[in-house]
């Protein structure tokens, strides 16, 4: 690993809400909002940013938490402004907090960890033994 971001440091990435990224299940749209599953895919992209200064050529991130609290709607046209903020590194883990944001509203606020391994290891887990 390399550039270890420090505790408090922060990275904002900014998206405009799509039609794809409403509330929906096989094909049915339930409500026209920004979906809690495109938000959490969204909060961890916005962490992922430290990772992508971080790692090394043989190096990849994984997932290892996520929670959100969905406090409030957000509707497709909007810009949010996910902000990503160090709160731990451990060795090869980080931890962030995440606040989504649109204008002034609070849309959500959670929390993201994600590992760093060896890419050769990380492909080792990911083999599906029969």
Known sequence: ???????????????????????????????????????????????RLFFLEMKEHDEEGVGTHLSIDHLAPAFVGEELVILAKVISLTGNELICDIEVKVGERVVAKGKTGQRMLKKDRLNKLFIKNN
């Open 1 to 47: 690993m390399k550039n270890l971001p420090q505790i408090g440091d922060v990275r904002i990435y900014k998206k405009r809400i799509e039609e794809a990224d409403v509330a929906a299940f096989n094909g049915e749209v339930l409500h026209t909002v920004y979906s809690t599953f495109a938000m959490a895919r969204d909060m961890e992209w916005s962490s």
